[in-house]
């Protein structure tokens, strides 16, 4: 068993950054893959980004420009998502999620961003 708990998550204004954390819990190899994804309102959720325990990452959403960055600290076993320039459309909730060769097994609760302009 694996539990996730997210933090991090707000209200900032657009054009601000933020940093969401993912602490995991319980079987160390159903952590091997760390992921986010979020889920806009109204809409379903997509896959934002993922990283192997190697450090092997990669940044999954088409609206990326740069602006996303995922990397995780294997001594906490935490995943962290940074996001610069934030736009009203990042506004989300955040789920970490993960898996033994990729994320979408266990699941956090979520965290709620919200982005106003």
């Known amino acids: 068993q694996v539990q996730l708990a997210e933090s991090g998550g707000g209200l900032v204004q657009a054009g601000e950054s933020l940093t969401l954390s993912c602490a995991a819990s319980?079987?160390?190899?159903?952590?091997?893959?760390l992921g986010w994804y979020r889920q806009p309102p109204g809409t379903q959720s997509e896959l934002v980004a993922t990283i192997l325990r190697s450090g092997d990452s990669t940044i999954n959403i088409d609206s990326n420009m740069g602006r996303f960055a995922i990397t995780r600290d294997n001594a906490r076993n935490t995943v962290y998502l940074q996001i610069t320039n934030l736009q009203p459309e990042d506004t989300a909730i955040y789920y970490c999620?993960?898996?033994?060769?990729?994320?979408?097994?266990?699941w956090g609760r979520g965290t709620q961003v919200t982005v106003s302009s």
């Open positions: 999620s993960a898996g033994p060769r990729a994320p979408g097994l266990y």
């Open positions: 319980g079987t160390i190899s159903n952590t091997n893959a």
